[in-house]
């Protein structure tokens, strides 16, 4: 079964999301961003949301963890709970 790890910063505006991913363009530290602007408790780790599988996050997610780029920042990505970058961290099969 595929695996992947990822990150993610989780704020309330696509436009905020859409500021950070050009800081982080510009050489910002992903895991620095998460912990000073992510509303998700996996901020204080940097945005770590550990190994998971297909189907144990929500669809949006699965989308861009199990089809873009390692590391790569992707997003806005619109969810339930608001606008999200993400970066997948490894990927296996």
Known sequence: MTKATARHILVDSE????ELKTEIEAGADFA?????????PSGRSGGD???????????????VVFSAEV????????????YHLLEVTSRSE
């Not at 436009?15 to 859409?18: D, F, G, I, Q, T």
């Not at 590391?71 to 608001?82: A, E, L, R, S």
Request: charged share 25%; hydrophobic share 30%; net charge negative.
């Open 71 to 82: 590391g790569t920042v992707q997003g806005p990505v619109k969810t339930q709970f608001g």
């Open 32 to 40: 620095d961003v998460a912990k000073e602007h992510s509303s998700c």
């Open 15 to 18: 436009e905020k999301c859409a």
């Open 49 to 63: 949301l550990g190994e998971f599988g297909p189907g144990m996050m929500v669809p949006e997610f699965d989308e």
